[in-house]
């Protein structure tokens, strides 16, 4: 069975740095799209990055680009979001996703990916 699970969250001032990890267990994960999403209070669950665990090949979205890093370890199973200069708007519960898939496709709907980890709060104050 795959579980996920996220950890790093916490609160920091605007303009400083933290690193999100997920830790991946129940199957090899070589086939496997990895994501970062995020949702806020009152808004839809957005898509942040993710990563083919494969190549290594990655994808952004446009409010995150040249910030945040997405990485993978796979010696220990587990994908990083390096997040730095932090804004308050960066504010929500940031959610570690997975899809076995045997090519590399982005993916940035919620509804495509299958494991979803239970997420951990990240909040950056002004």
């Known amino acids: 069975q795959v579980q996920l699970e996220e950890s790093g969250g916490g609160l920091v001032q605007a303009g400083n740095s933290l690193r999100l990890s997920c830790a991946a267990s129940?199957?090899?994960?070589?086939?496997?799209?990895m994501a970062w999403f995020r949702q806020a209070p009152g808004k839809e669950r957005q898509f942040v990055a993710s990563?083919?665990?494969?190549?290594?090949?990655?994808y952004y979205a446009d409010s995150v680009k040249g910030r945040f890093t997405i990485s993978r370890d796979n010696a220990k199973n587990t994908v990083y979001l390096q997040m730095n200069s932090l804004k308050p708007e960066d504010t929500a519960v940031y959610y570690c996703?997975?899809?076995?898939?045997?090519?590399?496709?982005?993916?940035?709907?919620?509804?495509?990916?299958?494991?979803w980890g239970p997420g951990t709060q990240v909040t950056v104050s002004s």
């Open positions: 129940g199957r090899t994960f070589s086939s496997h799209t």
């Open positions: 990563v083919w665990w494969g190549s290594g090949a990655v």
């Open positions: 996703a997975a899809k076995y898939i045997g090519i590399w496709v982005p993916m940035t709907t919620p509804g495509e990916y299958d494991y």
